[in-house]
């Protein structure tokens, strides 16, 4: 157990609609990452947040939104689904002081998100 | 654009053999994360390597760091079942990670 909780594990939704994908990181960590996983584009960054700020920004639709609030936990927002969004998508966190920082990331066990 | 290539993509081997999995990337980095995963699970950090000519060994498993070559190995030693999965070689690239293609390896008897 990493330490990192996602919900909801599954989630299957149709074409066009809007769902929210949930995150609580580790206890001590400030960042959150978000990446999706699918067959043909295997593992993408999406997005990082750090203490309630974006960080940086990677493969990430216009469609698709995320936040970290107050408490760290994140939200992934993904609208107007499309079949395509089917995938997992996993959350991860780290500790960063920005002095001394491994990087090491540290997986949730991941929303499977199917689009039918 | 920056690339992370792992080979081979498949891997199948016979239970005590050896092997070797490469991970190449594109860009200055002198980090680089080797992680397990098990069909359908989270990721599983295996291997932190945070300088160049950094060498871990955990069990069956040992990694290296080459940044000048820009080049990490997983080696294998006397594979067993249990190391069937699919390996991921990440570079840390302004604090995120960049995953490779993953190599997925099977270990049969």
């Known amino acids: 157990d990493s330490g990192v909780t996602q919900t909801p594990k599954h989630l299957i939704t149709a074409t066009g609609q809007r769902v929210t994908l949930r995150c609580s990181p580790r206890s001590g960590d400030l960042s959150v990452y978000w990446y999706q996983q699918s067959l043909d584009q295997g593992l993408q960054f999406l997005i990082q947040y750090y203490n309630g700020e974006e960080r940086a920004k990677g493969n990430i639709l216009e469609r698709f939104s995320a936040q970290q609030f107050p408490d760290l936990h994140s939200e992934l927002n993904l609208s107007s689904l499309e079949l395509g969004d089917s995938a997992l998508y996993f959350c991860?966190?780290?500790?960063?002081?920005?002095?001394?920082?491994?990087?090491?990331?540290?997986f949730g066990e991941g929303s499977r998100l199917t689009v039918l | 654009e920056l690339k992370v290539e792992q080979n081979p993509l498949f891997l199948s081997m016979q239970e005590g053999k050896n092997y070797t999995i490469y991970c190449n990337y594109s860009?200055?980095?002198?980090?680089l994360y080797w992680y397990r995963q098990d069909p359908g699970k989270s990721l599983e950090s295996l291997f932190v390597l945070l300088s160049n000519g950094a060498v871990k060994q955990e069990g069956r498993l040992m990694a290296s760091l080459d940044t000048k070559a820009r080049l990490s190995t997983l080696h294998i030693t006397a594979a067993v079942h249990d190391l069937s999965a699919t390996y991921f070689c990440a570079v840390d690239v302004s604090d995120k990670l960049i995953f490779g293609t993953g190599t997925r390896l099977q270990v049969f008897p």
């Open positions: 991860a966190s780290s500790y960063q002081t920005g002095i001394t920082n491994t990087g090491e990331l540290f």
């Open positions: 860009t200055t980095s002198d980090r």
